[in-house]
Each structure stands twice: as C-alpha cells, then as structure tokens.
C-alpha cells in the first residue's frame, strides 16, 4: 500500500508541476518538451527531491517512446519518401553516416570506450523533430527551401534510429565478457534476428490486421477500436522482445503495417493522447537523471561539446548542402535549424546499460543534449539573421529571387495576385483564367511551384508575408488580391503588409477557422471567407431550395448573412465531441499530379484514351506542351515525348497511372 501510495503521490506532484510549466512555455511559444525536462529536472532526487525512487515512474514512462515509434511507424509513407528522397536519403542519409563517424571517432579519441562511442554516435547524430517541425511551423519556414531540407533530414534520422535501438542493448549484454568476434557475431545475429520479425510481423500484420481492424470497424464501437490499437502496439512490442529486440522495434513494425489501413488516421487519433501524457512522463524521468549537484563540476565540458555539437552538425550540414547544389544561405540555414540532440537521443540513453558509460560520462551527455535543445528555439529564431550576416550572397539571392517575380509581372496590370497555390488558390486562378482574367500566384512550397511551372502555370516561389515578394508580383497595379494561405496567422501577417502597400485594393481572405475572422478584418481584408460558414450557407441554400423555398429569397438572406460577417451563424453549441467518433473510414485524398513524358515512355505515340486505365476514375486536367497548356484534352490526343500531363485522381489510383503512362504495366 505504501509503494502504491508513494507512485501515486509522486505522479500527482508531476501533473501538477508539469500543467503549471507547460503554460508557461506555451505563453512563451516554447516546445512543451522543455517544460517536461525542467519539471523533472526540479522535481528529481538530485535537485528538490520531491520524487525519490523514479523506478515505478520510469516502468510507465518508458511505454512513451513504445507509442512515439508506433507513431512514427503510422506517419512512414513510401511515396513520401520517393517524393521527398533527395532531402531524405541524399542529404539526411549522408547527415546521419557523417555525424556518426566524427562523433563517434571523436569520442574513442578522448577516451570513450568502442561500445560507449557507438551509443554516443547515435545520441549526438539525431536532432530533435517535434521542437525543429513545431519551431519552424510557427515561424512560416516549415515548407521554406531550408525547412522542406530539415523535414527530409529529420525523417532519415527517425529511421535511423531503428539499428541503434536493436543493437545497443546488445552492447550491454556483452560488453564486460566478450572478444570482438563474439560480439560482431552477436551483433549479426540480432539485425538478422530485426529483419526475420520485421518480415514476420509486416507479412503477417497484413494478412491479421486489417481483416481484424475491417471487422472492428463494422462493430462501430470507439471503445472496441481503441482497445484493439492499444493490443496491437504492446502486442508487437511484446513479440519482439520475446526474441530479444526492443518493445520500440515491435511497435514500429506495426505502425507501418497500420499505415497502409483505411483506418490510419483514426487510429492516429486514438493512440496521441496516450503518447503525450506517457512520452511527457518519459522526458520528465529523462530530466531526474540530471545531476545538477555535480554539474558545476563538469560545466566546461558541457559547454565545450555543446559548442562542438552545434559547429559540427552544422559544418557537416552545410557541406552536404553544397555538394548537393544547395545555396551557401539554404544550406547554412539547415545546419542551424538541426544543430542539436533529439528525443531520440534521450531513448537510446535510456536503453544503455550501466556498464557501457560511467555515470560521468552520462552526466555530461545528458547535460548537452538538454542544453541543446533549449537553445534550439534561438537557434531557429535567428537562423535567418546568422546566414545573411555569414553568407553575403545570400541577401543577393533573395534579391534575384524578388527580380524574376519582376519580369514576369513587369508588364502585367488590372491582374490578380493569388497568395498561396494550394488547393483554393488553384481553383481561384481556374475560375480567373476561364473569365479571361490575367493573375500571379506566390506559394512557399516548392513542390507545387515546380509542378505548376511544369504545367505552364504563372506561379513563383515566395514568401508572401514579406513586402518586396508583394511589391515584386505588381501589387500595386492589381485590380485585387487573393490570400488563400492554410495558416491563418500567414493570411493576418500578409493582409497587414499588403494593406500597408496599397490603401485601397480589395483583399479577399480565406480563413480555416471563424476565430480568425474579426483580427482578418482589423488586418485590413475586405472579404473574408470562413470555410466553416461557406458550407452551412451552400448546405443551408440547397436545403431551402428543395423545399421550394424562392431561390431570390434564398439568395437575399444568404448575401444578408455575408453582408453581416457571418454574424447570425457564429453562435453555435459546440458540444463534447470535434466530430463522430464512429466515423472510422475516412475518405481517400483525391489531387492533381504532373506526369511528364521522358523518352522512352510507353504513352508516347499513344492517344490518352489508350494510355489511360480504363477502370480508374482519374480525369485529364491539362497537357503542357512546349509551354502551352492545354485545357481538359480530347481523348484521342496523341501524346508526345516531353508532354506533361495534370491529372487528377486519389493517390493509389495516380500511382497505377503513372506506372501504366511509363512503363505500360498496370
């Protein structure tokens, strides 16, 4: 009873600090991560020593990083890779081979031990995702030339961290009784040991699983679903350990297996909240391993291997970034935004057997990685300002960048500027250009900016909130301006700048989100849509129309509505629930993808009719020929090398597609 009572009592002490300490990060727009470690740090038995024996905690906190690597088995997307591999295996995989070997030779050079070296390659190598992702998203960088390198090198480094997380408790094992040959030997077996249960459970998963989880959902039971998602991560992660791999290897493998499901993104719901609070726990048992009573002591290493840490990751970034034909900014930028330890550096600590470190040497790992991601937030904040001040031509850059917008808007007037492609940005300019009417579009996504140019489409990278971007797509000799961004603070900071320029263009807005209504109106916009709205009011009209109510007096009450900023729907129960919680069959993403034609293409020479699956419901939306872009194409067009071609459809149907185009092989 006292044990119980002891953990118990121990766990409140922590949600209650931690509750207090995250709020004030968040008021300070700091990552929560760092309010977990302060707490345990404060908390721990070195420090206050509210919490005595962590061990009970620990046990519970360890199931946190089980349910990180299940997440981010259920976020691991083939196509994404393909999509994205020169970030992620170009420059990620040679991040992650490079840090390795100099941390790693650095460390046996000042007198880690082989075993302890190999343990420290692998801390020091990671970066930490949810500060960097969180920390760029509300910067506007996430889908900037710097942020698209850091995402991809990020996603490298979260599947990198699946052969240290099976081999270093081998090390362990072996380390105080074993010749070299043993433990290679030992080693072998284990990545062999990986690979069987990795096939076993993949293979396997996809023949239990889904028949499992399809007959779960016809159940339409919430509680049942969860249940089965929970069973499934500690399941797998039992299976593995039982043939001496980690319970993270096990939940990893299933969440891959998951992720090709209907059901992926319900049960990316089900299984955060449980992630969070548990993976909370595991970074505040993190912070009590922190010594702070002996951290005067070995405060100059600490801050020596800090300032190595971040000079080294960001030297080893910015070489990678230029042998791969990044610009010298890009690519010091990306090394800054990643020069730091990660959570997952904190997970193979955690696993690393006494005998491998000394509590000295753990110390001071532990005190750099913490101290790392602390600074990281500064790091980001100014990494802009520290690449125009070291790299001169990097300002010339974004100089040239502002000067090609020029050219093209040089000699347009009366146009469109469109902020944001995305999905309503391009049916916006489609509208636009069916009335004859000329327009610019900025976007910040290079993907899609490349895809538009592909297709012929007068679209130019650029930040949008910037006043130069603006000035450069001819805002002031714009009849109108579209801001059609997915973040609504993008769309607040562009309409201020925008309403700065020009006095009297009408900015028309879109917002995801009715809070975001009245600061969009204070900003300067002279329309704003709620999307939320929008809906109720289409919905609402067509409603009334069927029960034959005068489609002028429909109209007259919607434009009333509109007229009102929406103000007579804004009042709404919002009840317990965002949505329903039966509703486990999500519907497939449908979207456009540029297929281009290279030589050797089976579909060259070939009519579309010919060229396209028959039983897929995929629709032409334009051939770009030489410049020319061709509207909604006949079906008995003959395509031509160097032809590309929009089409619309869901993803697994695009992938049939391009696969039959290329290759003619459904």
Same mark, same amino acid.
């Given at each position: 009873m006292t044990m119980q009572h002891d953990t118990m009592a121990s766990l409140l002490i922590l949600l209650i600090i931690s509750v207090v300490a995250v709020v004030g990060l968040r008021r300070l727009r700091l990552p929560a991560i760092l309010g977990y470690l302060f707490v345990g740090v404060v908390a721990?038995?070195?420090?206050?020593?509210?919490?005595?024996?962590?061990?009970?905690?620990?046990?519970?906190?360890?199931?946190?990083?089980?349910?990180?690597?299940?997440?981010?088995?259920?976020?691991?997307?083939?196509?994404?890779?393909?999509?994205?591999?020169?970030?992620?295996?170009?420059?990620?995989?040679? +991040?992650?081979?490079? &840090?390795?070997?100099?941390?790693?030779?650095?460390?046996?050079?000042?007198?880690?031990?082989?075993?302890?070296?190999?343990?420290l390659a692998g801390v020091l190598t990671v970066s930490s995702t949810a500060i960097v992702i969180k920390q760029l998203g509300e910067q506007l960088e996430l889908n900037s030339r710097h942020g698209n390198n850091a995402v991809g090198v990020l996603l490298f480094q979260d599947l990198a961290v699946i052969p240290f997380l099976i081999i270093i408790p081998v090390l362990g094992v072996q380390a105080g009784d074993a010749t070299t040959a043993q433990l290679s030997l030992k080693i072998a077996?284990?990545?062999?040991?990986?690979?069987?249960?990795?096939?076993?459970?993949?293979?396997?998963?996809?023949?239990?699983?889904?028949p499992l989880f399809r007959e779960i959902a016809r159940a339409r039971s919430a509680e049942l679903f969860?249940?089965?998602?929970?069973?499934?991560?500690?399941?797998?992660?039992?299976?593995?350990?039982?043939?001496?791999?980690?319970?993270?290897?096990?939940?990893?493998?299933?969440?891959?297996?998951?992720?090709?499901?209907?059901?992926?993104?319900?049960?990316? &719901?089900?299984?955060?909240?449980?992630?969070?609070?548990?993976?909370?726990?595991?970074?505040?048992?993190?912070?009590?391993?922190?010594?702070?009573?002996?951290?005067?002591?070995?405060?100059?290493w600490v801050l020596l291997l800090?300032?190595?840490?971040?000079?080294?990751? &960001?030297?080893?970034?910015?070489?990678?970034?230029?042998?791969?034909?990044?610009?010298?900014?890009?690519?010091?930028?990306?090394?800054?935004?990643?020069? +730091?330890?990660?959570e997952f550096g904190f997970a193979m600590l955690a696993i690393t057997a006494p005998e491998i470190m000394t509590d000295y040497q753990r110390q001071i790992v532990l005190a750099v990685v913490i101290f790392s991601m602390v600074l990281t937030p500064i790091l980001i904040k100014i990494n802009g300002l520290i690449a125009k001040h070291m790299v001169p031509s990097y300002k010339k850059n974004r100089?040239?960048?502002?000067?090609?917008?020029?050219?093209?808007?040089?000699?347009?007037?009366?146009?469109?500027?469109?902020?944001?492609?995305?999905?309503?940005?391009?049916?916006?300019?489609?509208?636009? +250009?069916?009335?004859?009417?000329?327009?610019?579009?900025?976007?910040?996504?290079?993907?899609?900016? +490349?895809?538009?140019?592909?297709?012929?489409?007068?679209?130019?990278?650029?930040?949008?909130?910037?006043?130069?971007?603006?000035?450069a797509a001819g805002l002031s000799r714009a009849r109108a301006l579209v801001i059609s961004h997915l973040?609504?603070?993008?769309?607040?900071?562009?309409?201020?700048?925008?309403?700065?320029?020009?006095?009297?263009?009408?900015?028309?807005?879109?917002?995801? &989100?009715?809070?975001?209504?009245?600061?969009?109106y204070e900003a300067g916009a002279t329309d704003v849509v709620a999307s939320i709205?929008?809906?109720?009011?289409?919905?609402?009209?067509?409603?009334?129309?069927?029960?034959?109510?005068?489609?002028?007096?429909?109209?007259r009450q919607i434009q009333e509505i509109r007229r009102e900023n929406y103000a007579p729907l804004r009042h709404t129960y919002a009840g317990n629930r965002a949505r329903d919680s039966n509703d486990f069959i999500p519907l497939a993403?449908?979207?456009?993808?540029?297929?281009?034609?290279?030589?050797?293409?089976?579909?060259?020479?070939?009519?579309?009719?010919?060229?396209?699956?028959?039983?897929?419901?995929?629709v032409v939306d334009a051939i770009n020929r030489s410049g020319i872009r061709g509207e909604t194409p006949q079906s008995d067009t003959v395509l031509q090398q160097g032809d590309t071609l929009t089409l619309y459809g869901a993803p697994e149907e695009l992938d049939s597609a391009e696969h039959f185009l290329l290759s003619g092989r459904e």
């Amino acid at each position: 009873m006292t044990m119980q009572h002891d953990t118990m009592a121990s766990l409140l002490i922590l949600l209650i600090i931690s509750v207090v300490a995250v709020v004030g990060l968040r008021r300070l727009r700091l990552p929560a991560i760092l309010g977990y470690l302060f707490v345990g740090v404060v908390a721990g038995p070195y420090s206050l020593g509210w919490i005595g024996d962590v061990k009970d905690i620990h046990l519970i906190a360890e199931f946190g990083v089980v349910f990180l690597l299940f997440m981010l088995g259920l976020e691991f997307s083939l196509p994404r890779l393909i999509a994205m591999r020169r970030a992620v295996m170009g420059m990620g995989g040679a +991040q992650v081979i490079a &840090t390795a070997v100099v941390t790693g030779v650095a460390a046996w050079l000042m007198g880690f031990s082989p075993a302890a070296a190999f343990v420290l390659a692998g801390v020091l190598t990671v970066s930490s995702t949810a500060i960097v992702i969180k920390q760029l998203g509300e910067q506007l960088e996430l889908n900037s030339r710097h942020g698209n390198n850091a995402v991809g090198v990020l996603l490298f480094q979260d599947l990198a961290v699946i052969p240290f997380l099976i081999i270093i408790p081998v090390l362990g094992v072996q380390a105080g009784d074993a010749t070299t040959a043993q433990l290679s030997l030992k080693i072998a077996l284990t990545i062999a040991a990986g690979i069987i249960a990795a096939a076993a459970l993949f293979f396997g998963g996809r023949w239990v699983l889904r028949p499992l989880f399809r007959e779960i959902a016809r159940a339409r039971s919430a509680e049942l679903f969860t249940i089965a998602v929970l069973l499934v991560v500690l399941g797998a992660g039992w299976l593995t350990n039982q043939v001496g791999l980690s319970y993270e290897l096990g939940a990893f493998l299933a969440g891959i297996v998951l992720s090709e499901t209907q059901y992926k993104h319900q049960i990316e &719901t089900d299984v955060r909240p449980f992630r969070d609070v548990l993976l909370g726990l595991f970074f505040i048992t993190i912070g009590m391993m922190l010594n702070v009573r002996e951290l005067p002591d070995v405060f100059v290493w600490v801050l020596l291997l800090l300032g190595l840490l971040v000079v080294i990751k &960001t030297s080893i970034i910015f070489v990678i970034g230029r042998a791969m034909g990044e610009e010298p900014g890009v690519a010091l930028r990306t090394g800054l935004v990643l020069a +730091q330890g990660g959570e997952f550096g904190f997970a193979m600590l955690a696993i690393t057997a006494p005998e491998i470190m000394t509590d000295y040497q753990r110390q001071i790992v532990l005190a750099v990685v913490i101290f790392s991601m602390v600074l990281t937030p500064i790091l980001i904040k100014i990494n802009g300002l520290i690449a125009k001040h070291m790299v001169p031509s990097y300002k010339k850059n974004r100089a040239e960048q502002t000067e090609a917008i020029s050219q093209f808007t040089n000699e347009l007037s009366g146009h469109v500027v469109i902020c944001g492609f995305g999905r309503v940005g391009q049916n916006v300019a489609r509208l636009l +250009q069916s009335e004859g009417f000329e327009y610019a579009a900025i976007e910040i996504d290079p993907d899609i900016v +490349q895809q538009a140019l592909q297709a012929g489409l007068p679209v130019h990278f650029g930040n949008s909130t910037h006043a130069d971007i603006l000035e450069a797509a001819g805002l002031s000799r714009a009849r109108a301006l579209v801001i059609s961004h997915l973040d609504d603070s993008a769309a607040i900071k562009t309409t201020e700048v925008a309403r700065s320029l020009v006095a009297k263009i009408p900015i028309m807005v879109r917002a995801r &989100t009715d809070e975001q209504l009245d600061p969009l109106y204070e900003a300067g916009a002279t329309d704003v849509v709620a999307s939320i709205y929008e809906m109720s009011l289409v919905l609402s009209g067509n409603v009334l129309r069927a029960l034959n109510v005068p489609v002028s007096k429909v109209i007259r009450q919607i434009q009333e509505i509109r007229r009102e900023n929406y103000a007579p729907l804004r009042h709404t129960y919002a009840g317990n629930r965002a949505r329903d919680s039966n509703d486990f069959i999500p519907l497939a993403p449908r979207t456009l993808r540029n297929i281009s034609l290279v030589e050797g293409a089976f579909a060259i020479g070939r009519t579309l009719e010919g060229c396209l699956p028959s039983n897929k419901t995929i629709v032409v939306d334009a051939i770009n020929r030489s410049g020319i872009r061709g509207e909604t194409p006949q079906s008995d067009t003959v395509l031509q090398q160097g032809d590309t071609l929009t089409l619309y459809g869901a993803p697994e149907e695009l992938d049939s597609a391009e696969h039959f185009l290329l290759s003619g092989r459904e």
